[in-house]
């Protein structure tokens, strides 16, 4: 682990900047802390702003920071200290005493981050807000990411299962028309087909009708019976009826 720390109190210039070239860290450096030590008893904040700006590349750095018993330790990540060049450091501090908010700004703090000699040149960090809410949004859009994929999969279920259901119901639909039609075929094939001999048992229906009409009395024996023409079961038969 490799730190720096700085003490100051209220009653310093926050204008006047503190440390120097012997605070040094390489871009190379891991575990590399800022430590920030306010030496004032009548001020307790809980937490603060810090600022970062790198006046050789202009990368800035903005995040909220815990102070514990006046002191505040934050870690150079390796995003941040790969970039080169001579920094500057100052905080804001924030505390509420009696319902209303006390505000205290540090002096600026210097220090460099030297390149390593194989170091290759790194683009400028632009902003990196408040880590800590960067890292909470990231992972609510992975959440809502997630949540959207799962509704997805179901609008993709429940489209698949639509889609078998009609085609289910046009092949039933498709099929009892095929059967009405073959039904009124066949009707119209026998009613086709039986439509002359009906015609040939309604004209011998009619002779027979006139033949008998002709012919209504006949003696049998010398008995006189009367004939009547009648169809039965599809069949014409003669019935004889004794006159009397």
């Not at 870690?75 to 205290?104: C, D, F, P, S, T």
């Amino acid at each position: 682990m490799k730190k720096k720390v700085w003490e100051f109190r209220i009653l310093d210039n926050p204008n006047q900047a503190i440390g120097g070239e012997n605070d040094q860290f390489y871009t190379t450096d891991t575990e590399a802390f800022l430590v920030f030590d306010l030496v004032d008893e009548s001020f307790n904040p809980i937490q603060a702003m810090l600022t970062l700006v790198n006046t050789s590349n202009k990368s800035v750095v903005n995040e909220t920071v815990t102070v514990i018993g006046g002191k505040t330790m934050w870690e150079m990540r390796e995003e941040i200290i790969e970039h080169a060049g001579n920094w500057q450091a100052q905080l804001v501090y924030m505390q509420v005493k009696n319902g209303v908010e006390e505000k205290y700004t540090s002096p600026v703090v210097s220090f460099n981050v030297t390149g390593h000699l194989l170091d290759q040149r790194t683009p400028a960090l632009v902003a990196v807000e408040n880590w800590t809410k960067f890292v909470n949004d990231a992972e609510e859009l992975f959440a809502e990411w997630v949540a959207l994929e799962e509704t997805l999969e179901l609008n993709e279920n429940e489209r698949i299962a639509n889609e078998q259901a009609r085609q289910e119901n046009y092949s039933e639909l498709v099929d009892t028309g095929i059967m009405q039609e073959n039904i009124n075929q066949k009707l119209a094939d026998a009613e086709q087909e039986y439509a002359p001999r009906l015609t040939e048992l309604e004209q011998n229906d009619e002779n027979l009708t006139t033949q008998l009409a002709q012919n209504e009395r006949y003696n049998i024996d010398g008995i006189d019976y009367k004939v009547k023409f009648a169809v039965v079961n599809g069949q014409p038969q003669l019935k004889y009826q004794e006159v009397k």
